[in-house]
Nanobody, 130 residues
Framework: QLQLVESGGGLVQPGGSLRLSCATS????????IGWFRQAPGKEREGVSC????????NYADSVKGRFTASRDNAKNTVYLQMNSLKPEDTAVYYC???????????????????????WGQGTQVTVSS
């Protein structure tokens, strides 16, 4: 059974850092494109970062570029999102999602669309507040 489980969320002060983890099981992580999304109360789910399955390249939303870094450790079946210089507007539930290899590859722009991903974790809350 394919599973994604996020962890690492919490309360942090503005300017602080957090590292989110997404532990995967039931599939070979190497072959799947991975997306990080977030959803704040009353807002639509927003794509934050995506990792290509073909070469591991990453893309970032403008709102987090230069502050967030996504990575994957295929040997550990885990994906990470390092978040630095956090701002109150980063407060949201963060999700990881996986797109299977039998679907066409994503373009850099389309990888931020939630509908492109088949499998989702349950989310982890990130709150940035003083």
């Amino acid at each position: 059974q394919l599973q994604l489980v996020e962890s690492g969320g919490g309360l942090v002060q503005p300017g602080g850092s957090l590292r989110l983890s997404c532990a995967t099981s039931g599939f070979t992580l190497d072959y799947y494109a991975i997306g990080w999304f977030r959803q704040a109360p009353g807002k639509e789910r927003e794509g934050v970062s995506c990792i290509s399955s073909s070469d591991g390249s990453t893309n970032y939303a403008d709102s987090v570029k230069g502050r967030f870094t996504a990575s994957r450790d295929n040997a550990k079946n885990t994906v990470y999102l390092q978040m630095n210089s956090l701002k109150p507007e980063d407060t949201a539930v963060y999700y990881c999602a996986a797109r299977p290899p039998w679907r066409p590859p994503l373009t850099p722009g389309s990888c931020f669309r939630a509908i492109k991903y088949d499998y989702w974790g349950q989310g982890t809350q990130v709150t940035v507040s003083s």
